[in-house]
């Protein structure tokens, strides 16, 4: 006996878990299965034994095979163009067979029940979910971070690592070529290994930029312009972040490059999966290392007393944060340790328990946005929780959008893409748990090292201690060693009386190495020297990342001195109009000239 052309499903019509779930199976299937009511299928099927029809959904095929229960589910499943793994689990795997009948005879005994909590996780209507959209809104915010991340790369660079720059580039490749040579790669991966001139950092910006504004506009643009875009947006951020080492060093230059390599795989199945770990990673690192660091600041919810003054680049709202009430700063430390330790595996969660996961881990960036100057980390981790959110999400956005759906033809494209991803999610989870146990990691420990320069797998954690007292470097220059001016940075504190900045997603990555080097010695920070050096020459590239020199010309001597700074009370700054107290702590570089240093040589 066989059914026809379709295969046919038999339900209980009168179940209203079976037919929420039916709607979202149709939406699936369409017209290609033959959807009957138990109450309604009379006596077509007499191989099917109707007492079945009581307990379980029936599957009969095109050949007239009989299957019930879970075993119908996954049979079904697998005839969507798409193919489905469970069936291949269900057959091949017993212990999954044996939890998913199981599983299967629970909730066909507690259908009532079932249908509440489907409610609850899933809404009145169960959707099947497609990303199209989300995909294209996702690449726009991405190709709109890459933006801005060239953009203000571009008038850094020759100051930072130009020829005339604090730490010419030219010069340490030079070196590890001649040491390493086509090794080298392996190590600082990039393009420049092939031309390195203040004109190729240049144009490298450049081009990024041209290549972020397609990636801007990929829902106009064909699959391919698409997808170069992401492809030459993460070549050239890689490349420059490499080499631009120490003021490339940051956690976003390794999250933007990581996104951008998964971008670059547009359209393969999975990828929803692979950024969603990627958050996960993300967020739950940096809740971990928090606590597994040991500082106390953090375990008796006392962080935040100190993070608004000591962060790198406070904002204007920063000090009004500061200043609030001890108790609600220390809700607010439990808040954001609640949120990044829990809120990342809602994310796994069903619609809508996941929808409320990524709703708090945008609000957290959303804080951070508005108490801090992080460059484009806000803008980027808001970007990647839309992955939490499915097409139905952003459908009023549909018009505005315009989007071309990004596929991979090939199908062996298709498994290759897919396969990588896996592989990078396995990776990710080794990263994961050397938190806990370094030791699990040891055997793939060179895998690790190997991956690690390019950025496509990274370890996240910010803040793991929370810094209490602000060091704060001052450059000084004299032409007689006795008389001393004080040179003032853009945008890092210095005068006093200067207001707070807000310069996000700009960053000025020369006043933030600045923060991290007053925190050690400049022992630690080679740089440092080298800035004091640039000082003494006058170098306008360098000069140029800074405000306006107090000298016509470039001083005889210059010397770093440390400070302390914490902020005013308000009636301190209601009385003085100082934003910042400061105190001398001690000389971190003695006085140099340049004679100095040629007699020395």
């Not at 138990?38 to 029809?53: D, I, K, L, T, Y």
Request: charge should be positive.
């Amino acid at each position: 006996m066989t059914t026809g052309i379709r295969p046919a499903l038999i339900y209980d019509g009168k179940c209203s878990f079976c037919g929420m779930w039916l709607g979202y199976v149709q939406q699936l299937f369409g017209d290609r299965i033959e959807w009957i009511a138990s109450q309604e299928v009379g006596e077509r099927f007499p191989q099917v034994n109707r007492a079945e029809f009581k307990r379980a959904v029936i599957l009969v095929a095109a050949d007239g095979q009989v299957y019930s229960g879970a075993e119908a589910v996954f049979r079904l499943l697998a005839l969507s163009p798409q193919r489905s793994v469970f069936e291949w689990l269900y057959t091949r795997v017993a212990p999954f067979r044996w939890v998913s009948n199981s599983f299967y005879s629970l909730v066909a005994s507690h259908r009532n029940a079932a249908y509440k909590v489907t409610r609850v996780l899933f809404g009145s209507q169960i959707r099947p979910l497609s990303y199209g959209l989300t995909e294209s809104l996702f690449l726009r915010v991405l190709g709109l971070t890459y933006l801005f991340a060239f953009a203000s790369l571009q008038g850094q660079l020759l100051g930072l690592i130009g020829s005339h720059g604090i730490n010419p580039v030219a010069q340490v490749m030079q070196g590890m070529r001649n040491e390493l040579s086509w090794r080298a790669v392996l190590f600082v991966p990039s393009i420049f290994w092939f031309k390195i001139s203040d004109t190729s950092l240049v144009w490298g910006c450049a081009i990024g930029a041209i290549s972020s504004c397609v990636l801007i506009a990929a829902g106009w643009l064909s699959t391919f312009w698409a997808r170069l875009a992401a492809i030459v947006c993460f070549l050239l951020y890689l490349s420059l972040a490499s080499i631009g080492q120490p003021f490339t060093l940051f956690q976003w230059d390794a999250l933007l490059t990581e996104t951008g390599f998964l971008a670059i795989f547009a359209g393969a199945p999975g990828l929803v999966w692979a950024y969603r770990f990627l958050v996960f990673r993300l967020m739950f690192e940096s809740g971990m290392v928090k606590l597994l660091s040991g500082d106390p600041n953090w375990r008796n919810l006392h962080a935040l007393r100190f993070h608004f003054m000591t962060q790198p680049l406070p904002n204007p709202l920063a000090w009004y944060a500061y200043h609030s009430p001890g108790w609600l700063l220390d809700a607010l430390t439990f808040g954001t340790l609640a949120i990044e330790l829990l809120c990342p595996f809602l994310l796994f969660f069903p619609r809508r328990i996941r929808h409320i996961g990524a709703a708090l881990l945008i609000s957290l960036q959303v804080c951070i946005l508005l108490t801090g100057n992080y460059a484009f980390f806000n803008l980027l981790s808001i970007a990647l929780c839309f992955w939490a959110f499915d097409d139905f999400s952003f459908s009023k956005l549909n018009r505005v959008l315009r989007r071309t759906v990004i596929n991979i033809d090939d199908r062996a494209v298709r498994k290759g893409a897919t396969a990588l991803i896996v592989a990078l999610m396995l990776i990710g989870l080794l990263q994961v748990v050397s938190l806990w146990s370094p030791a699990v990691v040891r055997p793939v420990n060179k895998l690790l090292s190997f991956v690690a320069p390019w950025q496509i797998v990274n370890s996240y954690g910010l803040f793991a201690v929370m810094t209490t007292s602000r060091p704060e470097l001052i450059f000084e220059g004299s032409n007689d060693n006795r008389t001393w001016s004080e040179y003032s940075f853009k945008y890092k504190p210095g005068d006093v009386r200067r207001s707070l900045p807000i310069v996000a997603p700009h960053q000025p990555r020369l006043d933030w190495q600045l923060w991290f080097a007053a925190l050690g010695g400049y022992q630690e920070n080679p740089w440092v020297g080298n800035l004091v050096i640039r000082l003494l020459q006058g170098e306008p590239a360098v000069l140029g990342l800074m405000r306006p020199s107090p000298f016509d010309k470039a001083p005889k001597y210059v010397r770093v001195l440390l400070y302390d700074y914490w902020f005013t009370t308000s009636d301190e700054r209601a009385r003085t109009g100082a934003i910042w107290n400061r105190r001398l702590q001690r000389t971190y570089l003695q006085s140099i000239s340049l004679d100095m240093l040629h007699g020395a040589r």
